[in-house]
C-alpha cells in the first residue's frame, strides 16, 4: 500500500547548523507530497508542499524538492534556529476526493544554542 | 487561510463516561473531515473519514460503536468517545479539507483526552 518513510529522530543539531530530514515514499499514482510541523501540545501546521515532479516547495528558509525519480521529497534547512525545535511528518495524498494525507512517524529536531 | 477550531483543547473524565470533542471549520466547508489519534512520540493513526450528511469510514481496528462520528453539517463534525476507559487517553485530531481541486488540508489544535 501507500506509505511514507522517515528518518528516524531524535535529530540534534546546534544553532545554525544544516538540516536535512530524508523522506522517501510509495505510491500507486501520483501523489503531492507535504512536509507538517508540529510544535510540543499543538496540532499540525503546513510547511510546505509539493503536487507535481520537480517542485520545490519552500517556506521559512525550509524546502524540499519532489523527486519522483528517486521517490523523495527530502527536508533542508541551511541554518537553523532554536525555535525550529518540533517534530516534523512527512506526509502524501493521492490527490483523491476524500482520502486523507498518509503520514510517516514523524521526525523529532531539537536544536540547541 | 482556512481554520479549524477544535475544542475542547484538553478534557480529564472519569473512566465510563463518554465525551464529545468538536471540530468546526470557520470560515470554508469542508466537505470531508478527518479524525486522527496520536501516541506519545509517534505518528497520526487516521481513525475515520467523515462526509457530511452520510456515514463515517473507519479505518481497520477502529471500533465505530466506541468512537461515534458525526459530520451533521458543512462546518462541524463531532467524535464521541463512548464509554471511555485510561486507554483512550491519547490526543486527537481533526482535520477538515474543503471541496474542489486544492487538495488542502487544514488541521485543528487537537485535543489532550485523559481518562481516569
Known amino acids: 500500500g501507500d506509505s511514507v518513510t522517515q528518518m528516524e529522530g531524535p535529530v540534534t543539531l546546534s544553532e545554525e547548523a544544516f538540516l536535512t530530514i530524508n523522506c522517501t515514499y510509495t505510491a500507486t499514482g501520483y501523489p503531492s507530497l507535504f512536509w507538517y510541523v508540529q510544535y510540543p501540545g499543538e496540532g499540525l501546521q503546513l510547511l510546505l508542499k509539493a503536487t507535481k515532479a520537480d517542485d520545490k516547495g519552500s517556506n521559512k528558509g525550509f524546502e524540499a524538492t519532489y523527486r519522483k525519480e528517486t521517490t523523495s521529497f527530502h527536508l533542508e534547512k541551511g541554518s537553523v534556529q532554536v525555535s525550529d525545535s518540533a517534530v516534523y511528518f512527512c506526509a502524501l495524498t493521492l490527490n483523491q476526493a476524500g482520502t486523507a494525507l498518509i503520514f510517516g512517524k514523524g521526525t523529532t529536531l531539537s536544536v540547541s544554542s | 487561510g482556512a481554520v479549524v477550531s477544535q475544542h475542547p483543547s484538553w478534557v480529564i473524565c472519569k473512566s465510563g463516561t463518554s465525551v464529545k470533542i468538536e471540530c468546526r471549520s470557520l470560515?470554508?466547508?469542508?466537505?470531508?473531515m478527518f479524525w486522527y489519534r496520536q501516541f506519545p512520540k509517534q505518528s497520526l493513526m487516521l481513525m475515520a473519514t467523515s462526509n457530511e450528511g452520510s456515514k463515517a469510514t473507519y479505518e481497520q481496528g477502529v471500533e465505530k460503536d466506541k468512537f461515534l462520528i458525526n459530520h451533521a453539517s458543512l462546518t462541524l463534525s463531532t467524535l464521541t468517545v463512548t464509554s471511555a476507559h485510561p486507554e483512550d487517553s491519547s490526543f486527537y485530531i481533526c482535520?477538515?479539507?474543503?471541496?474542489?481541486?486544492?487538495?488542502?488540508?487544514?488541521f485543528g489544535s487537537g485535543t489532550r483526552l485523559t481518562v481516569v
Open positions: 482535520s477538515a479539507r474543503a471541496g474542489g481541486g486544492d487538495y488542502g488540508y487544514t
Open positions: 470560515d470554508f466547508q469542508a466537505t470531508t
